[in-house]
């Protein structure tokens, strides 16, 4: 990041202007042309110059003229200004309006509603980012595996070609018929990456069209034009990515057989082998909670999360401030299970039949139309397409999970495998992919260990995953936590081992990830933010002497 045309020409690090330590630059004083880091800013330069201009780092050089909020003509009475932002209805308010319609719905300062209907925009425009990058990524994987197929046939021509020599004439014809079926199979795969990777090249480029529009629409200071089509805005940048399939792609190897007329050798379909994975793992911050364990985590949109303590009977709303962690609201709420619906409500399982939701524009709790009565919910998961996956048990034999529907319907119930043997010992955690399946994250009460259990989207048991016999050779498997990265793949916190499993979408592993590695201890909760960060919830070590100090930290994990 540029700060001087001094700093880009010599690319030296510049540190705080007044802590003279921190390299972290965040804000720059317009008034008085200070960098400095985000705490000097809060306790020093604020308090000693209130009335500066200070703005975030990012926005040095952008236009700063000053936003006027009272001169905005109401939509419905032209009369009269809008002086309010009404929250239920999603418009600008006059006093006449108020009156008649809105009076006891909640209002707040059409400033307060300006900034953060921009910061929703910039979350998405960070979120459209990430999937650029995402889509970068798998394009590269795609071109991988295209070199690899290259390489292949290469290596089944030449070997088709020599096994030839050794023929005889009576032969020949079989051989151009293998030749033949191998160029087709090349031709179809080649055509397949090519389809796939011009799918994702359009998507890129939609993506990169849609992120110039929101900039251009987010430097706009016409307040009216802003409220006539932010909602429109929002709507346009939700775009359906192509996931092609890539880790169930086929090629074929040559198998000589004997040198007879009857088998001069075949083409089989083998798995192309995926390109070896890169994983990148870096911790960008670590914050201190007032819990004893973070056990439950669902960020927002805003960029606050839910954090949840089934020990200390709590739950959180905080929001990272720098180092810090912020408390925006405290309720003492037993926490078996949530996760933020697309309202941007919170579910939460308190070991009751029926799920309760939070509300983001109150922070009222009240009962949710989701129950599973008679069974008591365990863990919650929604997907993206708005239904609310619950894992529940009833007695000491049945344990069950819910497929839920918006209105409250149970749209399927999985109980039972093909063999009718109970599929689930205790459904704790439950994430899904975007091939459909629903990975289970199941713990056996009764031996003090786990597995993955992946179900198809007919119900059946796709594969079962109890761990890796090298990490798990000592120390047995215990998922606590599950999600889904963005690429589609799992990530499964093995708590007794502070091991990350990745795991593809069908439930077998790709490579894994030591947390200690990177100073993280007792791991238990796992979320990505909007931006595509990864959240990371621990326990309190065992070597703190205070009784609730367990961390949070926030990470960079690109690769899978």
């Known amino acids: 990041m540029a700060f001087s045309k001094s700093v880009i020409r010599s690319q030296m690090p ?44 990012k926005n040095v050089g952008l236009p700063v003229e000053e936003l006027d909020f009272t001169n905005i003509k109401c939509e419905d009475h032209s009369e009269q200004s809008s002086c309010l932002f009404c929250t239920n ?52 994987q795609l071109n991988e595996f295209q070199k690899a197929e290259n390489s292949n046939y290469a290596k089944v021509s030449t070997e088709i070609l020599n096994h030839e020599r050794d023929l005889k004439k009576a032969i020949e014809k ?17 055509k397949a990456n090519e389809e796939s990777i011009n799918a994702i090249s359009k998507s890129e480029g939609q993506i990169e069209e849609k992120y110039r529009d929101v900039q251009d629409f987010i430097n706009t200071i016409n307040i009216s034009k802003f409220f006539q089509g932010v ?3 929002e709507k346009s940048t939700e775009l359906s990515v192509p996931q092609p399939e890539i880790s169930q792609r086929k090629t074929l190897q040559f198998h000589p057989g004997e040198i007879t007329q009857s088998n001069i050798g075949v083409l089989q379909s083998v798995d192309i082998p995926v390109p070896e994975v890169e994983v990148s793992f870096s911790v960008v911050n670590q914050y201190q909670t007032n819990l004893s364990v973070v056990g439950h985590l669902s960020p927002c949109p805003d960029d606050s999360l839910w954090i949840g303590c089934q020990t200390d009977v709590v739950l959180q709303k905080v929001k990272p401030d720098g180092n810090n962690l912020k408390t925006i609201s405290t309720f003492n709420i037993q926490v078996y299970g949530m ?17 309760q939701m939070v509300s983001s524009a ?88 786990g597995k993955v259990v992946v179900l198809g989207q007919a119900g059946d048991v796709v594969n079962i995953y109890k761990g890796d016999t090298e990490i798990n050779k000592k120390i047995p498997f215990i998922p606590v936590d599950i999600v889904t990265t963005p690429r589609g793949n799992i990530i499964v916190v093995d708590v007794d081992t502070d091991t990350l499993h990745i795991l593809n979408n069908s439930g077998h592993l790709i490579t894994y990830i030591k947390t200690t590695d990177n100073g993280i201890e007792d791991p238990h909760a796992l979320a990505f933010s909007q931006t595509g960060q990864l959240y990371i919830g621990c326990s309190q070590p065992d070597s703190s ?3 609730k100090d367990a961390k949070l930290y926030k990470v960079n994990i690109l690769g899978f």
Not at 94 to 101: D, F, G, Y
Not at 174 to 184: S, T, V
């Open 231 to 233: 909602n429109k805005i």
């Open 89 to 140: 209805c999603d418009k600008l308010v006059c006093p006449t309006c108020i009156a008649k319609v809105h009076k006891k719905h909640d209002l707040t300062e059409i400033s307060d509603a300006y900034n953060l209907k921009k910061e929703r925009l910039k979350n998405r425009q960070s979120k459209l980012k990430k999937e650029t990058n995402e889509i970068i990524a798998t394009k590269d």
């Open 362 to 449: 109150t922070g009222k709790v009240t009962d949710s139309v989701y129950d599973i009565k008679p069974f008591l919910a365990i863990a919650i998961h929604v997907t993206s397409g708005g239904q609310v996956i619950v894992g529940g048990y009833k007695d000491e034999r049945r344990r069950d999970v819910f497929v839920i529907n918006k209105n409250g319907d149970h749209e399927a119930v999985y109980e039972h495998d093909k063999h009718n043997q109970p599929i689930f010992s205790y459904p704790w955690r439950i994430t899904t992919t975007s091939n459909g399946n629903i990975h289970v994250a199941d713990y056996n009460l009764g031996e003090d260990s």
């Open 14 to 57: 510049i540190n705080c202007n007044l802590c003279e330590t921190e390299k972290n630059i965040k804000w720059k004083c317009l008034t008085c042309g200070v960098l400095m880091c985000s705490t000097c800013k809060d306790k020093i330069h604020l308090r000693i110059a209130k009335d500066h201009k200070v703005v975030d780092i």
């Open 545 to 547: 002497t205070a009784s």
């Open 339 to 355: 996760a933020i619906l697309a309202s941007d409500d919170l579910l939460v399982s308190t070991g009751e039949s029926r799920l």
């Open 174 to 190: 079989h051989i151009a018929k293998l030749r033949n079926e191998l160029d087709q199979n090349h031709k179809a795969c080649t």
